[in-house]
């Protein structure tokens, strides 16, 4: 049988046109939440009527780190931990984008946890999805900066000791103006985030619950892909507007899902244009329009 996506799916599936049907199937394994979430966010692009020319993704090292390769946009694939940075870049050179970012907590919030919190502080006009699958999945089952207490990893046999982050609160308490969680098996909530959060401006931060039905599941003994959708079902608790001080997440416990934050404030960009209006006047013209780049005289 052929590897290879037939070219009746090609033509006909609905999230065709912003996938890279030529490269399915894809690398995840089954059971995974990511291809859903990548569907989510498909399904939000068609919804939310972007100019796909003017769409990107920049995503780092890990298993959701191949979503940049799959989706049919302009994709960046950076090196470990230096997705958020990359997109810094390209959206102060080119702020007309639509720039997400897409990886996963070891990448962003471990490996890149500095750049996290420094683009969160500043607002920068990202929208960064992470989906949390509690785990280093591609490296070998290491132990994250998300997993759960208690939980078992390859590297903490014994359960883990360290406490981990609540990532909704560390996004809000450095200056996300946009924090919301779901799980990979809520697609319409998601899909209704993501198309929200296209809409809106600033760091915009979305993290997606999917833990790792590989070795995350094995290790911990928790069944198979069905057996985490299920707990899903029966343990998510949707409280929009929560206090992201009381969103931790406990080994197999509830999971509080929601939009947490959603507020308007200048980002980066524009805090940048007015100081530099006020402080240079005239001479002060962005390179290119509006961009991130100063030309001025002394």
Same mark, same amino acid.
């Given at each position: 049988?052929?590897?290879r996506?037939?070219d009746?799916?090609?033509?006909e599936?609905?999230?065709a ?7 399915m199937?894809?690398i995840?394994c089954?059971?995974c939440?990511?291809g859903?979430v990548?569907?989510?966010?498909a ?17 780092g090292?890990g ?7 799959y989706m049919r946009l302009?994709?960046?694939?950076s090196t ?5 940075p990359?997109?810094?870049?390209l959206k102060l050179g080119?702020p007309?984008?639509?720039?997400t ?8 919030v471990g490996?890149?946890?500095?750049h996290?919190?420094h ?6 006009d990202?929208?960064v ?22 939980a078992?990893?390859s590297?903490?046999? &014994?359960?883990?000791? +360290?406490? /981990?982050?609540? @990532?909704p609160?560390?996004?809000a308490?450095?200056g996300?103006?946009?924090?919301? =969680?779901?799980t990979c098996?809520?697609v ?9 959060a296209i809409?809106r ?5 979305i ?6 039905s590989?070795l ?8 198979s ?5 299920r ?8 409280r929009?507007?929560a ?6 997440i406990g ?5 509080v899902c929601?939009? &947490?934050?959603?507020? +308007?404030r /200048?980002?980066? @960009?524009e805090?940048?244009h007015?100081?530099y209006?006020k402080?240079?006047?005239? =001479?002060?013209?962005p390179m290119?329009p509006?961009?991130?780049?100063i030309?001025?005289?002394?």
């Amino acid at each position: 049988m052929s590897t290879r996506t037939d070219d009746t799916t090609a033509r006909e599936h609905p999230i065709a046109p912003f996938i890279r049907m030529e490269r399915m199937p894809h690398i995840w394994c089954p059971t995974c939440g990511i291809g859903t979430v990548v569907k989510c966010y498909a399904t939000a692009l068609a919804d939310s009527g972007v100019d796909l020319d003017k769409a990107c993704v920049v995503s780092g090292i890990g298993c959701t780190g191949r979503v940049a390769g799959y989706m049919r946009l302009d994709g960046f694939h950076s090196t470990h931990g230096r997705a958020i940075p990359f997109a810094t870049g390209l959206k102060l050179g080119r702020p007309e984008l639509l720039v997400t970012v897409f990886s996963g907590d070891g990448d962003l919030v471990g490996i890149g946890g500095n750049h996290f919190i420094h683009a969160a502080r500043r607002n920068m006009d990202l929208l960064v999805v992470l989906v949390n699958n509690f785990i280093y999945g591609m490296t070998g089952g290491q132990n994250a900066p998300t997993t759960p207490l208690t939980a078992h990893s390859s590297t903490m046999p &014994f359960g883990n000791f +360290e406490r /981990p982050f609540s @990532l909704p609160h560390l996004a809000a308490s450095c200056g996300a103006s946009y924090v919301a =969680r779901w799980t990979c098996l809520q697609v319409r909530q998601l899909t209704w985030a993501f198309a929200e959060a296209i809409g809106r401006k600033g760091f915009r931060f979305i993290e997606v619950i999917a833990p790792c039905s590989t070795l995350y599941a094995r290790l911990n003994k928790l069944g198979s892909g069905l057996d985490l959708m299920r707990f899903y079902h029966d343990n998510v608790e949707i409280r929009n507007g929560a206090d992201t001080r009381e969103v931790d997440i406990g080994y197999q416990e509830k999971i509080v899902c929601g939009k &947490f934050r959603d507020e +308007e404030r /200048p980002t980066y @960009l524009e805090l940048m244009h007015e100081h530099y209006r006020k402080t240079l006047g005239d =001479r002060y013209v962005p390179m290119p329009p509006e961009g991130g780049l100063i030309r001025g005289e002394d």
